[in-house]
């Protein structure tokens, strides 16, 4: 390429046959020749072969994936697909306050993960899953995923922890954390709780089941229904939130201190706009 050279590294690999595929894909979406691409962003024709075929070796730099990206107006798909920083995060890393953030790697590794859970759970719970605008059809998801994933129909699991398994809430949240497995690709180990995947599993099942726009609005009813926001009894607001969202009180609990920014989504209009 000119003026930047790829790279070869003998310590790190790269996955050659995932950035192949999403290369392959867009230049076929843009309508743009091989010979074209090579020509567009100064790469040898062969080398662009290669990488399509999955047969190149070496590691890409980050000024190569973003002339691809470019020229394929495919947006940060090219640094995902070849497991590297999105500009937006190169960014990110470089200030100061994020670097300081990154003092506690260990933390920061939580932080980050659970960001992500995030983003699993905002891909796959679009507003068809929410027929009602409340509780998220689970069930229907659980089959979607299961499909998504390749594996053939099947009930979603009925059983789980004690007489409490039989309320409709916590039957919800055993199926909402069996697709959270499907959807991390591991396997349940309950009741032997407390490793990563257990955790990560239970954090996403909770997101699954809670998605920011009926979380706000299970909360906005329960205040048009005459409970106090500022009441220090939050007894009351988490069981409204529990039974408009169909979920356990504790997931309530957790998610309404969790949920980011919610004291201001949730103050009356006329304090907002004050």
Known sequence: MTG???RESGSE?????AFAAALRGYRAKAGLSRQQLAQAVGLDRSVLSRLERGQYRHRLSECAIAKLSTALACGDALFEAAGRPTPEI???ISDPLFARAFANPEAARRGLRKLHLQEVASSV???SYVPDGRAVDIAR???AVRERAGLPPAPPPEAGPGEHARTQAAGRFVVSHATAHLLLETRCSWPYMGSDSET???ELAGLLLT???PLTQAARAAFSAGLDPWDADADGLIAAVADYLLIPGWLAAYR??????IHVQLLPVDEELA
């Open 141 to 143: 998801l659980w089959r």
């Open 200 to 202: 990560e599993a239970s």
């Open 90 to 92: 190169q960014r990110l």
């Open 211 to 213: 998605p920011p726009g």
């Open 13 to 17: 690999r790269w996955p050659a046959a």
């Open 125 to 127: 719970v679009n507003p």
């Open 256 to 261: 309404l201190g969790d949920f980011p920014g």
């Open 4 to 6: 930047d050279r790829t």
